[in-house]
């Protein structure tokens, strides 16, 4: 098959076939001709660009190879394919560009960094300037003549207009000229970009877009986030994220309201509106309406607000309080919130005013201060800064951490110290460690020993203990290599044991190899042998227990003992209201302090009494007797709650009921399970289903919903299949069950009813 033949064959497909399936035009376009190169790109009036071997050259719409195959690339560095006056085009060599004719001579050398076409006889082009790396920009036409002089960083052609931007006072500023070099908007803007056929999005320096003519007319004001047309008549204009319509001549179609915009697959315009907030009193009463992602109440009439990745703080009337960004807002407390923006931390106030820059890798608040770590190359610099913004300390630290009774700990060359309020180092850093203050104390290390120094930073205890334990301000347990102790500020050790020491509310407990435990006070008096199994906690404080290898004991706080372990108690289960449960002869009864039992050791078990009764099992149920030893409710249930507010929780057999002081059924044991809530009354499960029961006893919502939140404010918020509603503690339904989510702001003591939104076609 001949050369002439593919190309009369590949001219009728292209202007006789324009319907032909792309798919076999580009296979067309793959097809090896003979020589072995093949076609890359169809130009007009029959011309194809050529490759092999990753070269290029320019055959006619006979084959016949009029560019030879030597070049970089043929066309333009845009990846436009057509030709200036028919018969111009560009080559690249050596990464530069340069003008060819279609007959293979150069019109000049390769000395473009690129080559644009802008109309059928004008080129954009781009060199390097005298002497420098800068490109710089400019237009000439096919005869070579510079029509706008090469003095630009950037020139965009767009229909008849060029998009420029120059150096001007040190920052790149764009403007929009023509072809003659005539200014249609003026250079001084961040950014121009065409948007539709004769418009331009012009942004200022403050990042807010205006929409301009191509006469440069200004058709709005500068208030935009941003503009971009969806065909030549109607574009998307956005606000904070928000999204409307406005027209190629500057007219506000829609408002912008809309997460998004959007054409559907029937060609219609449809927006997706953010989710509907109604601030609803408890009576459905509205207060206001709102429209966001999400919205979070922080303070009273104080709300956060997310509007995708834009967050805000605002009050209940949409006022902001700081402006709908970009950023996290992580934290927010008096007016002042922390930020989060690509990765960098800082903090604003009232109308998003930047009191510290978003430039920190890590920032906290510690009560009026504000902690924060930027990393310059390897290095960590650590600065506090007061509330009005201002660092106070002097030099940079490596590391701060903590803040405790008006000093920060501070790192500096690898060694601690303390920093106080006014930035001045207090205590130079020359510790291994250092721990907080407390009570004008702080615990620190030295040449690895623990010693206690003051807010002075004089050695109250020297260093030279492996450990150091606050008994109180002058007094500390210590361990040393030898022995440990007790060691005073003023008057040195004053204890010594093999044994190891800790400390137990107002005493010392000791504790020996054999793992046997006793006890001692501060003044270092013995007041139990180290000869015990086991030494309790202070309870009520007022009693230890102690247990020997078979009995208990009870030991008062300061050391006398009430209840010796020669009394055969088998175990001392609690003590409350100075009654100890106690389990003598295998039955659990009450006792006193002074030995006398109060309730008979003849039950299997024994809870602590709670408004003066007290759980009993018996033959494997329970019951409850009051302190008089009536069993006032008899043994007869599998499990029991402890009396609260004159109510108590029962179950038999797996279900579950409420019984008042006198053994009253209030509720049903009926119920799958009842749990009582913080305000006293009780959510109850049937079936799946949830209900409520006040502290009464009274049934106020049969068990029909799947969650149930008493308020404690006379309102149950409820949720059924998803949505959710308010009802009254009468039972009465105010909000109703229709709202995708319900929050109930109790500082301001409103309801946050959202609906979620949807897509809807936009009328335009």
Known sequence: MSKYFLSFCLITIIFTCSAQDSNELNHLLKEDIDDGYHRTALLLNGYSIVARKNKQGLIDNYGELIIPISYQGIGWSDGQNRLLK?????????????????????????????????????????????????????????????????????????????????????????????????????????????????????????????????????????????????????????????????????????????????????????????????????????????????????????????????????????????????????????????????????????????????????????????????????????????????????????????????????????????????????????????????????????????????????????????????????????????????????????????????????????????????????????????EYQYISELLDNKVHIFQDENYFGILNKIGGILIGADKEIQDIKSFKDDLLIIKASGKYGFMDLEGRIRIANRYDDIHEFSEGMAGIKLLGKWGYLNKDEEIVVQPKYDKIEAYLNGTAIVSKKGKYGLLDKSGNELAKVEFDALSRTTNGSFISLKQGKKGLINKEGNEIIYPRFDEVNDLGNGFILVNRDGKYGLITDQGVSTIPLIYDQLIYDKKSNYYLACQKADWEIIKK
């Open 86 to 530: 028919s018969s111009i085009i560009g080559y690249k060599n050596n990464g530069y560009w340069g003008l060819i004719t279609v007959k293979n001579h150069k019109l000049t050398q390769p000395i473009y960094t690129a080559l644009k076409p802008f109309s059928s006889d004008l080129v954009v082009a781009s060199k390097r300037e005298n002497g420098s790396i800068r490109n710089v920009y400019g237009l000439m036409d096919s005869n070579l003549k510079t029509i706008i002089s090469f003095k630009y960083d950037l020139l965009i052609p767009n229909g008849n207009e060029l998009i420029a931007s120059i150096k001007k006072d040190g920052e790149i500023v764009y403007g929009l000229i023509n072809r003659r070099e005539e200014v249609i908007i003026s250079f001084g803007y961040k950014k121009i970009k065409a948007i539709s056929s004769g418009s331009y999005a012009v942004t200022n320096k403050d990042n807010k877009t205006a929409l301009f003519s191509s006469k440069g007319k200004e058709l709005t004001k500068f208030e935009f986030d941003d503009i971009n047309f969806i065909d030549n008549e109607l574009g998307i204009v956005s606000i904070g994220n928000r999204n409307g319509l406005i027209d190629k001549n500057g007219k506000i179609r829609v408002k912008p309201i809309y997460k998004e915009i959007s054409v559907n697959e029937d060609g219609n315009l449809v927006g997706l509106a953010y989710n509907q907030w109604q601030l609803l009193d408890g009576q459905n009463k509205l207060i206001g309406t709102l429209h966001y992602d999400k919205i979070e109440p922080v303070n009273r009439k104080i709300l956060k607000v997310a509007a995708g990745k834009y967050q805000a703080i605002i009050d209940e009337n949409d006022n902001p309080v700081t402006h709908l960004k970009p950023w996290q807002i992580r934290e927010f407390n008096d007016g002042i919130a922390i930020v989060k923006e690509n990765d960098y931390f800082g903090v604003i106030k009232d109308h998003s005013h930047i009191l510290l820059p978003i430039k920190f890798d890590s920032l906290y608040r510690i009560e009026d201060y504000f902690i924060t770590n930027k990393q310059i190359s390897r290095d960590h610099i650590w600065s506090v800064y007061d509330m009005s913004g201002k660092r106070i300390n002097q030099i940079s630290y490596d590391l701060i951490s903590g803040f405790s009774e008006r000093f920060f700990s501070v790192k500096k060359n690898d060694r601690w110290g303390f920093m106080d309020f006014f930035g001045n180092e207090k205590i130079p850093a020359r510790f291994d460690t250092v721990h907080a203050f407390t009570n004008g104390r702080a615990k620190v290390i030295l040449k690895g020993l623990e010693g206690i120094i003051n807010n002075q930073g004089k050695w109250i205890i020297q260093p030279r203990y492996e450990n150091l334990e606050m008994v109180d301000p002058d007094l500390y347990i210590f361990e040393g290599q030898f022995f440990n102790g007790l060691v005073h500020k003023d008057d040195g050790e004053i204890y010594h044991t093999d044994h190891k020491l800790t400390l137990l509310n107002s005493n010392i407990l000791e504790k020996n190899i054999d793992g046997k435990f006793g006890l001692f006070d501060r003044n270092g008096i013995r007041l139990l042998k180290t």
